[in-house]
């Protein structure tokens, strides 16, 4: 007997058309929580119109776009580098991937055979070679939750908490659990053989340990119970994306795609700009550009910027992750008012202090780190550039700017010994 099984078995006509119903409401509420934020990030700079450039921008400059989706997003290349805990992410972002290709795989499928039986290829080898390849990246996609879940107890402060991470963490692995649940389940009532049980070996454990009690009727009515729980697990995954952390899976890929080739760039201001906006830097939250209003959703609180900051390792007031969310916030808290309705607080100084600011030593080391390319620099420096506007110069930038204006040099040394520091480097 060929190698196969039915995408809806043991799964009664009625209990399908739920579950497409079920999966229609689950998109209609992920596509609402897209589009809430969608609101925020065009309330950015330049409005419905700076988003069309945007796009109009980045589709001129399609592949670089597309290259970075592919290399640090698919292929993970700025996520490595950070011990266990890069490594992790992979393993479950590898594993979360292959599932995802396999259930639209097995979808493409039944509305294939929908069309014509001849058109299903869920059989013979391909089947084996999928049943097995999906078997062996869910304990992948297990081990990565676990090993999250682990990290989670250990609370490292440079990563972000929230309480919705332990309940995000806790339907991954309820979705991973109850998948193998469904199979070993499946393989007790169907009993294949050959190649088509041994190509489910985590299921096939089940199916002859867990399980083995279990007569037909029974493993067919455990299968349909756990069949529901593990769909609807899955469309409560997919509803609850854009509420949660788990909107860094939409926002990421497209802030990498959108992201300027260039970070961590002072960019200059041009007059024309200053004389048409009638300011200089940031001041608020809709001054940003809904590219970088975007930024601030893809942010994962991995803490990597943190961890580079030089300011904040010698205990500055300064940590780029916590601008990046105190920025974000703000941008839930002031976008999402009624037009013409009182900010509840400013950008500057309520939100972000002129000390955390001028802490930046500008040196971009928590660009160069951060995996989806969050530009927490020129956050930085358009807000610093409206306290030079108004007045707010203070501290060691200003008294270096004075010694510039007397002596040329930020250290007000005289011209013949200004260059006096160089003479250890030949030492």
Known sequence: MEPTRETFGNIPPSSQHLFYALAVVAGLVFLYGLWRRFRLWRQGLGGVGGVRVLLASRMARLKPGLRRLLIDGLGQKRV?????????????FAGFMMLLLGTTLLEIDHLAAMISPNFSFHHGTYYVVYEFTLDVFGLLFLAGCGYFLWRRTRRPASVGHRATDWWVLGMFIAIGVTGYLVEGLRIVWQRPAGAGAHCSPVGLWLAQGLFSGLDEPGARAAHFAG????AGLVFGFFAAIPFTRLLHIVAGPLHLFFARPGLGQLLPVTMESVEATGRIGVSEIRHLTPRQLLSLDACMECGRCEDACPAFTTGKPLSPKKVVQDLKRLMEDVLTLPPGAPAP???????????TLWACTACSACVDVCPVRIDQLTLILDLRRHLVAEGGLSGTAATALRRMQSAANPWGLPADERARWTEALNA
């Not at 069949?227 to 593990?230: K, N």
């Open 227 to 230: 069949w529901w729980l593990h």
């Open 80 to 92: 490595r580098g950070r011990g266990a805990a890069g490594r992790m992410h992979i393993v479950l």
């Open 345 to 355: 607080r400013a950008l500057h100084d309520d939100t972000i202090g002129a000390e």
